[in-house]
């Protein structure tokens, strides 16, 4: 709705970016590409660059809060109370699958798990409106069969039934990220460092970041884009998320995802990833008592009494979703070469293979960017 303003470096310093050509920088490192923020998407933009023959330097702290860190990296098509399939999801899914199976070969790593995900009915209401999506012909394709009451795993309470989504998997993201960044910093071009946006500096034909000059700089901060002065006034609006991964030699589940109000992802060696809370009210990134308490409250209204569960680990982190629930793509409306990638929001492991597709197109081919993801639309209107 055209509501928002992004305020420019210069109008919100009030100095002016010229001044710091009277610096002398001492260019050492010249790039077309220089990525800020290490997570999924800097990551995995860094590499569709690489593939493209582009030159790439990518700068990101991984002691900062990392969502990608913490993620369980599911990929789910029915999600939400509601049940509503996945925005885009018909396009995203084939681009999420080709990309996490070439990086796989590329780097003999075991990154993409496709996984039967289960759905639980919590009452008749959501009985009901399963029913209404079976016969809606746009989820035939992510939808299985109802699973009749008391037909699933012994250990599950199944109250009202159940069924199956399909198409669904898992991302293991720290194995990928920790791949990716390992690959840039053989060769240098992966710093894991902090960016201080203080020290970029306009040149007449790019950008200078200490020993690094670069044609584009391109932001991938996460929720760090909170004091990104260029981007800041974006509609970014985190959300806590918390998971746990517990231990129970008692609990036997068949692989797959079970999901009722959380969802449990059983790794085969008796733990099991519990997932997730969300809150737009607590801006840390750190574990809380309470957060713990929610998972394991809720897993336990739908596990028979008999298991107990113990607590092996438990993380924290904040997704960067946005006001309206799409990502946040684009260069900066008055400053040249500055872009952001950002807003995959509880969605990363779906989204980012298809956008950073979309993304690169955009910056060498000069494809326009879909107006639901680019920033333009949060600008304010020119009257
Ligand atoms: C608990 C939880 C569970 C989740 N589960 C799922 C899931 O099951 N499936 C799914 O698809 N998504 C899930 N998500 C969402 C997913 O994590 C995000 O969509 C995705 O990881 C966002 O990736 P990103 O690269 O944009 O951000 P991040 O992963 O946050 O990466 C941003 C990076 O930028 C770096 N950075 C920021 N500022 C600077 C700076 N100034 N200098 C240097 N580095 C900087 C940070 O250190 C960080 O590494 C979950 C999120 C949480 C919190």
Not at 110 to 125: A, E, F, G, T, V
């Amino acid at each position: 709705m055209n509501q928002f303003n992004i305020r420019s470096h210069r109008s919100q310093t009030g100095t002016k970016i010229s001044h710091a050509r009277q610096t002398t920088i001492d260019i050492q490192h010249s790039t077309k590409n220089l990525i800020v923020g290490a997570g999924l998407a800097g990551c995995l933009l860094a590499w569709r660059l690489e593939q493209a023959g582009q030159s790439v330097t990518l700068i990101g702290s991984t002691q900062l809060p990392n969502a990608s860190a913490v993620a369980a990296g599911v990929i789910n098509p029915v999600t939400g109370r509601w049940m509503t399939k996945t925005w885009n999801f018909d396009s995203l899914q084939p681009q999420a699958e080709a990309t996490y199976r070439e990086l796989e070969r590329q780097f003999n790593i075991q990154c993409y798990h496709p996984i039967p995900l289960i759905r639980y009915c919590q009452n008749s209401i959501d009985a009901k409106r399963m029913g209404k999506r079976m016969r809606n012909p746009r989820y035939a394709d992510v939808l299985g069969p109802p699973i009749p009451t008391g037909e699933g795993p012994d250990a599950i309470l199944d109250t009202h039934g159940s069924f199956h989504i399909n198409q669904a998997a898992y991302v293991d993201l720290p194995l990928l990220l920790t791949t990716l960044r390992q690959h840039f910093a053989v060769t240098g071009a992966f710093r894991d460092e902090t960016f201080m946006h203080a020290a970029l500096k306009r040149e007449p034909t790019g950008w200078a970041y200490r020993d690094v000059e670069a044609d584009k700089v391109i932001f991938c901060e996460g929720v760090g884009m909170r004091d990104n002065p260029w981007f800041n006034d974006l509609p970014l609006t985190p959300a806590k998320g918390e998971t746990l991964t517990v231990e129970c030699p008692t609990l036997e589940l068949p692989r797959a995802i079970y999901h009722h109000r959380k969802w449990i992802l059983p790794y085969g060696d008796h733990s099991f990833r519990i997932g997730a809370t969300f809150s737009n009210h607590d801006p840390s990134p750190e574990p809380t008592q309470a957060g713990a308490q929610e998972l394991l409250e809720s897993v336990r209204s739908f596990i028979t009494a008999e298991h107990t569960l113990t607590i092996r680990q438990h993380l924290a982190g904040l997704r960067p979703t946005t006001k309206d629930s799409r990502p946040l793509i684009g260069e900066h409306p008055t400053e040249r070469g500055l872009h952001v990638f950002n807003g995959l929001g509880a969605k990363g492991a779906s989204l980012a293979p298809e956008l950073t597709r979309q993304f690169l197109a955009h910056l060498l081919e000069g494809e326009p960017l879909d107006p639901e993801i680019d920033i333009a639309r949060c600008l304010e209107p020119t009257t």
